[in-house]
């Protein structure tokens, strides 16, 4: 068995060069990739038909100025570094690009991009806790729109079986991601911050099962690990990501650890199944429905904040992190209401401004520094 740390290194290179690891997947298989834009995106009906579906989610550090033209100033970093990126010209070996528009700048970004990649862009209902009926059958229709689309684009045809069985592979990654992050939680000095992000990272990049496989042997070796001495205070986070990484090495040299994350980078992909269904894209769709704790997936009744309290007491946390994506509205919406549901469950928490763009990170430090001394 390999160990932890070549484990984890290998992680890390597919994690650090999307690029290497689509040009691996096509000389194994033939096929290519399909992009995949934040947030939230039946995978399953690309793996289904073959392809690669890779996640787009910027770059670090990136210097913007060709996107400048297409976007609005306010726009979030990630779609900034994409526009950016797509503009010169990093995406066009893609065979398609998947859109979903939960936001108004996601709709803009499908509005104006200039890619040579055909895009398919998709709704999905907001009505969804409400009329929930209803909303199975809008997500079918729209995610039957992507199966058709991406039929036609590739070239391919997209059986219920191979749909039903790219769920089952889905399924299993997300079980294997979870025990992943209990395992780190429960021994929180063994793995760094940058390891487990890159661990999870790497699954936007890789085939599903490929990266089950892989992380299946790093959790026994895992299990196998003495345990690791950690004195520092553990924390839940939330957000959208929790890069650039300067960001988790600062959280890092504060001696935080994360037990649990709320991150759409991460742990939201992957904390609930897909139910099997007779017809595997009603499957899906009953899936995002039943989706909770994500401000772009609307519900009234706000359940994000609860969601942070139980998990908080589940892992014995000492604090919730809220990571705010700088110009992400509909987190910055919600944010007063967590605001208050924290306050009002005595539970400590300090909010920090998480932008790709930054190259300077002085302030953040100081900020965690302080609140890891008032904890």
């Known amino acids: 068995m390999s160990t932890i740390f070549e484990l984890i290194s290998q992680f890390k290179a597919i994690a650090d060069d999307p690029k290497k690891a689509m040009d691996d997947f096509k000389k194994e298989t033939g096929k290519g990739a399909v992009g995949i834009m934040p947030v939230y995106c039946p995978e399953e009906i690309v793996h289904a038909a073959g392809y690669l579906p890779i996640g787009m989610w910027g770059a670090q550090g990136k210097q913007i100025s060709k996107a400048r033209t297409l976007l609005p100033p306010f726009a979030c970093s990630i ?110 000095g063994l793995i760094k911050l940058r390891d487990r992000h890159a661990v999870i990272k790497a699954r936007w990049f890789m085939p599903k099962e490929k990266h089950t496989a892989m992380l299946k042997e790093l959790n026994e070796a895992i299990k196998a690990a003495d345990k690791a001495p950690f004195n520092g205070k553990k924390v839940v986070v939330s957000g959208i990501t929790l890069e650039p990484y300067d960001v988790l090495d600062i959280f890092e040299e504060n001696g935080f650890a994360i037990v649990w994350d709320d991150l759409a980078q991460e742990g939201r992909n992957f904390r609930q199944d897909v139910a099997y269904d007779e017809d595997p894209l009603m499957a899906l769709a009953k899936a995002w429905n039943a989706f909770d704790g994500c401000s772009l997936a609307t519900d009234a009744d706000k359940p994000k904040g609860g969601m942070l309290i139980d998990a908080l007491k589940k892992y014995d946390a000492d604090a919730v992190i809220v990571c705010m994506m700088k110009f992400c509205d509909p987190e910055e919406f919600d944010y007063p209401i967590l605001l208050l549901q924290f306050e009002e469950a005595g539970v400590k928490h300090i909010q920090v401004e998480i932008d790709q763009e930054s190259t300077s990170f002085e302030q953040l430090r100081t900020r965690i520094q302080t609140f890891a001394e008032v904890l």
């Open 79 to 188: 779609m900034q570094s994409v526009m950016e990126l797509q503009l010169e010209g990093a995406y066009d070996e893609l065979d398609a690009v998947i859109f979903s528009v939960p936001c108004d700048t996601l709709k803009c970004m499908s509005q104006k991009w200039k890619g040579s990649a055909p895009q398919i862009v998709f709704t999905h209902p907001q009505n969804r806790k409400h009329a929930q009926t209803a909303a199975n059958v809008f997500c079918r229709a729209e995610y039957a729109h992507i199966k058709e689309e991406l039929e036609d684009i590739l070239g391919v045809k997209i059986t219920k079986k191979a749909l039903q069985n790219s769920i089952a592979i889905y399924n299993e990654n997300r079980a294997a991601c979870r025990e992943f992050s209990d395992l780190v939680a429960a021994n929180p």
